[in-house]
């Protein structure tokens, strides 16, 4: 332990006198550790940010769709139109399954405009859904009363706004008991959502819900486009039992093939989709980020690395004579080995300290800046100092053996 202090000491004696060359050398290493460190203390916030976003949606969710959720690789959207719509009917039998707690039919329009005397917005998004729509979501009615039964029943013109639309349309008054013009409709504000923020940037309070019977009002079906019969109509939000989510995708298949008289060899004509289905979605994206971004710093380490080696090659050569005297009063090589490994290891451990730490702060500067979240975990830090040490071994080895392979009579009479 005393010897391996001894050669750090010495490490640090021989670098203080190369303040300049020193930490040029390690220049590279800084970069690459600083770059990856804060590369990924940003994604890993971005991802809890996108998991607690996704988790909001609602716990343990299953989505039935006409088409794919996620839209991978080329899809025959002659086929997706041509099949049978979904239906609050579909809703309806699905929440009688032993698995299943809850299930709502959704459907949803986007309307360009949405005014209120001289104030409008844009893009609002309406959806329309039964009265168990902000449990199902999670959503929680701040001012003003939820949807019942009756209004549904009824088909109420009753809506509820979001906390954008609210705050933007009636930023002096209470909207409750005001209304809202759709397409020549008017509809009675009941009541208020509580802000819910965003998910994947995209607001999810600039939307208002209404009773799916009074939906079909305001958005009749019509001869729509083959896009249009593939992509808008009803979904249904399935809410299963605790710990009970695979028996349910289980028993909503084979429910719904019953229903739609589908033979043991057709293929299913409907999609059944997961929360967890849109997280590896995330992270499948993310993750061609994350290789591209440990490529760029590899290559800012490897040349950190080359330079450690160059230096200590004109380390060796300047301490020629020093390696001769040491070997003269009986250093092994072994022991000149370790040194000059030492002295590598080290140099290239401060430049990851210190890239760490410019790591860490340019994170934070960005999180500041940005709407960008950093999260630290220990196995980052870890991480920076493994590729240091790492590059430190590597490019250090050839250089420590061409010093201990040195004949110490000849190094003696080194000028």
């Known amino acids: 332990m005393n010897d391996l202090l001894g050669k750090i000491a010495l490490s640090f004696q021989t670098f203080k006198t190369h303040r300049l060359r020193s930490f040029l050398t390690a220049l590279g290493i800084i970069i690459g550790v600083s770059t990856v460190i804060a590369i990924l203390s940003l994604i890993e916030g971005l991802n809890r940010s996108v998991a607690e976003q996704i988790q909001s949606i609602g716990s343990d969710l299953i989505f039935l769709t ?26 309806l039998a ?4 032993p698995s299943v707690e809850m299930a709502i039919p959704e459907i949803s329009q986007q309307v360009t405009q949405l005014r209120y005397r001289d104030r409008d917005i844009a893009s609002v998004r309406i959806l329309g859904s039964t009265e168990d729509f902000s449990s199902m979501n999670n959503r929680v009615v701040e001012s003003g009363r939820d949807f019942n039964r009756d209004d549904v029943a009824r088909r109420r013109n009753s809506c509820i706004i979001g906390s954008y639309v609210a705050s933007n349309l009636f930023p002096d008054e209470s909207p409750v008991g005001k209304e809202l013009n759709v397409r020549g409709h008017r509809l009675k504000i009941i009541g208020v959502y509580k802000e819910k923020g965003a ?36 979904s249904v939000d399935i809410k299963p039992k605790q710990g009970r989510v695979e028996k349910a995708i289980d028993e909503v298949r084979e429910l719904m093939r019953r229903r739609r008289g589908l033979s043991f060899d057709k293929k299913d004509d409907f999609e059944l989709g997961t929360q967890q289905m849109l997280m590896e979605l995330y992270q499948n994206i993310t993750r061609v980020g994350f290789i591209a971004i440990i490529a760029i710093a590899a290559i800012s380490l490897i040349v950190g690395g080359i330079g450690i080696m160059n230096i200590m090659l004109v380390s060796v050569a300047e301490r020629t004579r020093e390696i001769g005297i040491r070997k003269a009063v009986g250093a092994s090589n072994q022991n000149i080995l370790t040194q000059f490994l030492v002295e590598s290891v080290f140099l290239a451990l401060i430049g990851g300290i210190i890239g760490i730490a ?16 950093a999260s630290v975990s220990l196995w980052m830090v870890l991480l920076g100092f493994g590729f240091s040490a790492a590059v430190g071994i590597f490019f250090g080895i050839y250089p420590a053996r061409r010093a201990a392979g040195l004949n110490p009579i000849e190094a003696l009479r080194y000028e």
């Open 66 to 91: 006409k088409h794919p959720m996620v839209m991978a690789g080329p899809q025959n959207i002659e086929e997706i139109a041509s099949r049978p719509d979904l239906t609050p009917d579909d809703a």
């Open 358 to 373: 410019l790591g860490l702060v340019l994170a934070w500067l960005i999180s500041v800046i940005s709407p960008l979240q």
């Open 94 to 97: 699905i929440r009688e399954l």
């Open 199 to 234: 998910f994947l940037g995209q607001s999810m309070d600039n939307m208002m819900a209404v009773p799916h019977t009074y939906f079909e009002k305001i958005f009749p079906r019509r001869g729509e486009s083959v896009f249009e019969r593939a992509f808008f109509g009803y």
